[in-house]
């Protein structure tokens, strides 16, 4: 059986080791509301909630963690230019126009659409997932992570729209 | 041509800051972010915005509602709305109005609808 997000997390100490490992699986991993928890509950037990003077850098590896899973996930079976693209505009959106002239030189603004319905649908299939896990730190957690999956998505939204039609 | 309208946005996620910030400034607005409620109230007194949209849970659990108290106090006129993960049915019941927010957006933020009410309180020219 292949080894879940939250074995994987416990066995890597350094966050950004962990980063390499799933950027390998190219989203080929279980993410289902038991395996949220499972990762979140991982995580938790390495960095404790606060509730008062909160460690925010703890908080925010967090979001980033539940994030880059979550966008793994949503690009699996896009091909590895396409998912590139899509790293990329995910990790800075405010470069966004311009990943997207880039990308439409090698390829058709047909394949761009497409690309970005396939991942419309696939987050929001995440979504509905993340809204089935129970109300806790672990959900807040994964929200703050999809949150800016749609903001950045809608973004694109607003870019694809104004180049495509 | 008039002056832009603010907004000023608080959350300790940077993500979420430059996210809302793209497309807050693709859509006509200037926008300027901060990651704390510490952070948020110096940059409300220095910027002096024409909007905030606020996260509750940052430094301390509810850093938000302390940041909405006092922006109520200094600028009871101003619109202040929280931008959050708390739950529709329990944003219904912790008087968001009490706390000093004219509103919630639950994350995911629907856009067209933060949008739409941002547009409400656009500079017109």
Redesign the interface.
């Known amino acids: 059986m292949p080894e879940s997000l939250a074995e994987i997390f416990r066995r890597t100490p350094v966050v950004a080791d962990f980063f390499k490992i799933v950027l390998q699986l190219e989203g080929n991993f279980s993410l289902n509301p038991e395996d949220m928890e499972a990762l979140g509950q991982a995580y938790f037990d390495r960095y404790p909630e606060k509730f008062v003077q909160r460690n925010l850098e703890e908080v925010r590896l967090g979001y980033e963690l539940m994030r880059f899973c979550l966008l793994e996930k949503a690009l699996l079976g896009l091909p590895s230019e396409v998912k590139e693209f899509y790293r990329k505009a995910f990790a800075t959106p405010e470069d966004i126009p311009v990943l997207i002239q880039g990308f439409l030189k090698s390829s058709e603004p047909g394949q761009l659409r497409t690309s970005f319905e396939r991942l419309q649908t696939a987050l929001s299939e995440l979504k509905n997932m993340v809204g089935e896990l129970p109300k806790g730190m672990i959900k807040e957690r994964f929200l703050g992570g999809l949150s800016t999956l749609f903001n950045i998505n809608y973004l694109l939204k607003i870019f694809i729209g104004r180049l495509v039609t | 041509m008039s002056e832009k309208t603010r907004i000023l946005v608080i959350d300790?996620?940077?993500?979420?800051c430059?996210?809302?910030k793209?497309?807050l400034e693709?859509s006509g607005y200037e926008t300027y972010t901060a990651?704390?409620g510490k952070e948020g109230l110096e940059l409300f007194r220095q910027v002096k915005p024409d909007l905030v949209l606020c996260d509750m849970?940052?430094?301390?659990?509810d850093a938000g509602a302390k940041v909405a108290k006092v922006i109520k106090e200094e600028r009871p006129e101003l619109p202040v709305f929280l931008l959050s993960?708390i739950?529709e049915a329990t944003a219904r019941t912790i008087g968001l109005d009490e706390l000093g927010f004219n509103g919630v957006f639950q994350?995911?933020?629907n856009?067209d609808l933060l949008l739409s009410v941002l547009e409400k309180h656009r500079k017109k020219s």
């Open positions: 300790d996620d940077p993500a979420i430059v996210s809302v793209a497309i693709a990651l704390s849970m940052m430094e301390d659990i993960t739950g994350k995911p933020v856009f």
